[in-house]
Every structure is written in C-alpha cells, then in structure tokens.
C-alpha cells in the first residue's frame, strides 16, 4: 500500500463498504473485505495524523510580525 493515495484509499474503502452493505457476499468474502477494509482504514488514519503534524499555522504578534507554530487541535477546538 506504499504507493497508495489517501483519496484511493477511500474510494477502495467506500467500496468495500457497499458490497459489505449489499449483502451479497459470502461469509468467506465478507471477512476477507473485512480484512482490507480494516488495512485501508489504518492506512488512511495514518495519512492523516503524517498530515496534521505538518500542518502549522501561522500567527501574527501584536507588533505586527508573523510566526510559525504547531498545529494543534486541541487548542483550535478551544478557540471556538
């Protein structure tokens, strides 16, 4: 899965998820879909937090200077 986009990844997911929902699996395939599902789902996690942690905001000083600075969503939600 290396090469794998997060919006491949999340196509395959979604389509997993129908053929899960359509019903018309066996249960031999179910699991094994399930299987996949579960990989695509870490991979996708994954791709995420890489990208959170390279996101940075950036904030202006009261002097009119700016500044780099972590993301966090933790202090966003607060902010709100």
Known sequence: ??????E?????LEQIVQEMESGK??????LKKFEEGI??????????EETEKKITLLIENADGS????PFDADVEENRK
Do not use: D, G
């Open 66 to 69: 700016v500044r780099e600075t």
């Open 25 to 30: 699996l066996s249960l031999e395939n179910a």
């Open 39 to 48: 990989k695509l789902s870490r991979f996708c996690a994954h791709k995420l």
């Open 1 to 6: 899965m290396t090469e794998l986009s997060f």
């Open 8 to 12: 491949k990844a999340m196509e395959q």
